[in-house]
Nanobody, 125 residues
Framework: QVRLAESGGGSVQAGGSLRISCEDSGDVSTNVCMAWFRQAPGEEREGVAVFYPRSGNSYYSDSVKGRFTISLHSPTLWLQMNNLKPEDSAMYYC????????????????????WGQGTQVTVSS
C-alpha cells in the first residue's frame, strides 16, 4: 500500500547538509507514527528517526542523534541531516504506521504499513 513519495536525495561532501522529504498522500491525521529508515548495500535496514504526531515525541538512533532532525509539516515529513558522514550513505525510506506503533523509540518494521520507494543519499570524503 505505497502512498509515500520521498525526494531530495543526492550527493554531498562530508560535513555538509541535506534535507529530504516524504509526502504522504493519505490522511496524515490518522498517522500513529512516521519514520525514516535507511539501508546500505549488504546491510540490514535500520531505523534512523521516528516521530509520533499525537504526542510530538521524536527519537533518533545513536548514530545520528544530534545531527539529524525529523519534523512534520503536514502532509510532508522532513529529515534535516547536518554534519553528514560517509557512513550515512544509504537509501533512505519513509514509513508510516496508522494502526499499531508501540515500539517507543525503536518500533519494528512490522509496525509500518506504508513505505516509500526510497531516495539515495551519498556522502563523500
Amino acid at each position: 500500500q505505497v502512498r509515500l513519495a520521498e525526494s531530495g536525495g543526492g550527493s554531498v561532501q562530508a560535513g555538509g547538509s541535506l534535507r529530504i522529504s516524504c509526502e504522504d498522500s493519505g490522511d496524515v491525521s490518522t498517522n500513529v507514527c512516521m519514520a525514516w529508515f535507511r539501508q546500505a548495500p549488504g546491510e540490514e535496514r535500520e531505523g534512523v528517526a521516528v516521530f509520533y504526531p499525537r504526542s510530538g515525541n521524536s527519537y533518533y538512533s545513536d548514530s545520528v542523534k544530534g545531527r539529524f532532525t525529523i519534523s512534520l509539516h503536514s502532509p510532508t515529513l522532513w529529515l534535516q541531516m547536518n554534519n553528514l558522514k560517509p557512513e550515512d550513505s544509504a537509501m533512505y525510506y519513509c514509513a508510516v504506521g496508522d494502526l499499531t506503533c508501540g515500539g517507543g523509540y525503536s518500533p519494528p518494521e512490522a509496525d509500518f504499513g506504508y513505505w516509500g520507494q526510497g531516495t539515495q543519499v551519498t556522502v563523500s570524503s
